[in-house]
């Protein structure tokens, strides 16, 4: 089986587009300089769930979750 496989650069946010963009995602949700230790696994659940049933444009208006489960059933085919 052949795999690609891509590294980014350092410091090179533009070849990590879904990365920053998920990234701003969360912050909506997680401001920077949030003490972790007070975000509730309740809390960062509910982000979760948020975040994951987000239609994304780079998924044709569908949501990561719905990606993820269509994958999941086509493997167990």
Not at 45 to 72: C, D, G, M, Q, W
């Amino acid at each position: 089986m052949e795999i690609n496989v891509f590294f980014a650069h350092p410091y090179s946010s533009w070849e990590r587009g879904t990365n920053e963009n998920t990234n701003g995602l969360i912050r909506q949700y997680i401001p920077k300089k949030t003490n972790l230790l007070e975000v509730t696994p309740h809390y960062l659940k509910s982000v979760v769930h948020r975040i994951n049933n987000r239609p994304r444009k780079t998924l044709s208006y569908r949501t990561p979750h719905e990606v993820f489960n269509e994958a999941r059933v086509a493997l167990q085919r």
